[in-house]
């Protein structure tokens, strides 16, 4: 057993300038924006020093050794075989599904997202010229699966592609094996495609087994895109670069013809530590923030029962995100505003993520037991 991760001091937290810490003034405690509060990667740290040291700062060359790093990082965390040269790089994954989606679809086309889900989706739509259809997610009492059959229906309406957000954030489900299978399968029946949003993958739980898109058969391969990055799990955000994978001739066909400048958007700092990220010296890190997220998921459940009898949480299989049903409370649809006004403390609103968030909250566990215990305790007051 990995010895967990121990997240910065808050005094030191606080003098960072990125979104999460710089946003609201310091009185309220940040669970908002998907950033975590972890010291980076040694070997990240070390590289990019390294890089500063003799001003390697210039733009990102056409080959470099993250496709390499990549191939192996799949091959040892996820078992999947990734072609390396199939892989490229843009700046980050929400443009990389714009531009794979303008190299699919055509405009006006619908394209599936399966709220709740991360907001960007949204917006990335419309942006790549696409309609959004709504095929919500399906809530059970163990939490949430797609909505095969709607998705199918949706298809069979004229949806030209999906977006697949693989683990799924809000609510931190890893699709099965057998569920990828089947939408592949449906898909490509329809002549459909699938671009896979695997951004949290690195980050499932003890115990469960993440499928990648792209190694859940035949059909996925034909229809598939995945994008990725390390930005996620390592907290490179600020470094701008994401990966665009793809497993057949047809797909690769596609990433190959996009515009010059997609590639081009690559940020240097970001494949020099996506390098250092994915390379086997990292995993002692990565398993130890892995152990302190296990711990944490456990964690906010009895925080909940704790400070708010009535909520409902569902501990997520992946990523460091807890969608929390606050209707039992009374905090009407949309708390967030309301909650950071009272109890200065800064969540995600539930609507963002689509009409099915109302009354949902999202809070970012990524940080110390004791600014968790010290946010509900907040929240809980307000109870
Ligand atoms: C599912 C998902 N995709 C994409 C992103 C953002 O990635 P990027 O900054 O590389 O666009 C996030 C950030 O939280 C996310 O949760």
């Not at 003799?54 to 072609?83: C, K």
């Not at 309609?131 to 997610?137: A, G, N, Q, T």
């Not at 994978?245 to 020099?272: K, Q």
């Not at 209707?327 to 006004?341: K, Q, S, T």
């Amino acid at each position: 057993m990995t010895d967990p991760i121990d997240a910065l001091p808050i005094e030191t937290l606080r003098r960072r300038g990125s979104t999460k810490w710089a946003k609201y003034p310091a009185d309220v405690l940040p669970l908002f924006v998907a950033e975590s509060d972890f010291p980076l990667a040694p070997a990240i740290t070390e590289a990019l020093a390294g890089a500063l040291a003799i001003g390697d700062t210039g733009y990102t060359p056409p080959t470099h050794p993250l496709q390499a790093a990549f191939v192996d990082f799949s091959a040892r965390r996820h078992g999947w075989e990734v072609d390396a040269t199939r892989v490229r790089t843009t700046g980050d994954v929400v443009m990389g599904l714009v531009e794979i989606m303008r190299g699919v679809i055509s405009p006006g086309d619908g394209v599936i997202v399966t709220p709740p889900v991360y907001p960007p989706f949204f917006d990335a739509v419309p942006e790549a010229g696409g309609e959004v259809i709504r095929v919500p997610l399906v809530a059970d009492a163990e939490g949430w699966r797609l909505d095969l059959a709607g998705i199918d229906a949706a298809f069979a309406a004229g949806a030209r592609a999906m977006l697949l957000c693989n683990p799924h954030n809000p609510t931190g489900t890893v699709h099965d094996r057998d569920t990828l299978v089947e939408l592949a399968r449906i898909a490509r029946a329809h002549g459909a495609f699938i671009i896979s949003d695997e951004i949290h993958a690195p980050l499932v739980r003890d115990g469960v087994a993440f499928t990648p898109f792209l190694d859940a058969g035949d059909d996925a391969r034909e229809v598939g895109f995945a994008v990725t990055s390390a930005s996620k799990a390592y907290n490179l955000a600020g470094l701008k670069c994401a990966l665009m994978v793809t497993a057949s001739d047809r797909t690769t066909d596609v990433v190959s013809h996009l515009p010059v400048e997609v590639e081009w958007r690559t940020g240097w700092f970001g494949v020099i530590a996506g390098v250092a990220a994915y390379a086997p010296e990292s995993d002692a890190w990565l398993d130890a923030v892995r152990a302190r997220l296990d711990l944490n998921r456990e964690l906010v459940g009895e925080l909940v029962a704790q400070h708010l009898p009535g909520a409902q949480y569902v501990v997520p299989d992946a990523g460091y995100l807890a969608w929390i049903d606050v209707r039992p409370l009374g905090w009407g649809d949309d708390a967030a505003e309301w909650i950071l006004e009272n109890a200065r403390v800064a969540v995600n609103p539930g609507p963002t993520f689509g009409e099915e968030g109302r009354g949902f909250i999202r809070v970012n566990f990524a940080t110390s037991p004791e600014i968790l215990q010290d946010a509900f305790a907040r929240l809980g007051a307000l109870a």
